[in-house]
C-alpha cells in the first residue's frame, strides 16, 4: 500500500522552529525527486524545497537561509527544518515524492505561526 505520512506541523511564534517529516511507505520503490510544497489559504501551492536522491536542492527564494530539506534514503524519509518562521510561513505543508512516472503526494500537515 502506497502510503506517506507527515508529522511536526504545529503553532509556533514567529522566530520559532519546527520540523516536518514525511516517510514513504517500502512500496514506493525508485524514489528520485522528493518536496515539499505549501499552500496558504486563497493561494496556489507552492514548492517549498526539494531534493534529489544525490541530493541536489533548491529552494524558494523565500525560505533561502531559513529552511533545510534533507533526506535520509534507507529510511525513504524527507525532513524540512524550519527556523526563523514568519507569519507568511503558515499553511498547509505537503511533502511530494518522486518515483519514475508517478507523483505521491502526502495529506498535509498545518503550520501556524501565531504569536
Known amino acids: 500500500q502506497v502510503q506517506l505520512v507527515e508529522s511536526g506541523g504545529g503553532l509556533v511564534q514567529p522566530g520559532g522552529s519546527l520540523r516536518l517529516s514525511c516517510a514513504a511507505s517500502?512500496?514506493?520503490?525508485?524514489?528520485?525527486?522528493m518536496g515539499w510544497y505549501r499552500q496558504a489559504p486563497g493561494k496556489q501551492r507552492e514548492l517549498v524545497a526539494h531534493i534529489t536522491r544525490g541530493g541536489s536542492t533548491n529552494y524558494a527564494d523565500s525560505v533561502k537561509g531559513r529552511f533545510t530539506i534533507s533526506r535520509d534514503n534507507a529510511k525513504n524519509t524527507v525532513y524540512l527544518q524550519m527556523n526563523s518562521l514568519k507569519p507568511e510561513d503558515a499553511a498547509v505543508y505537503y511533502c511530494?515524492?518522486?518515483?519514475?512516472?508517478?507523483?505521491?503526494w502526502g495529506q498535509g500537515t498545518q503550520v501556524t505561526v501565531s504569536s
Open positions: 511530494k515524492v518522486e518515483a519514475g512516472a508517478f507523483d505521491y
Open positions: 517500502a512500496s514506493i520503490l525508485n524514489i528520485y525527486g
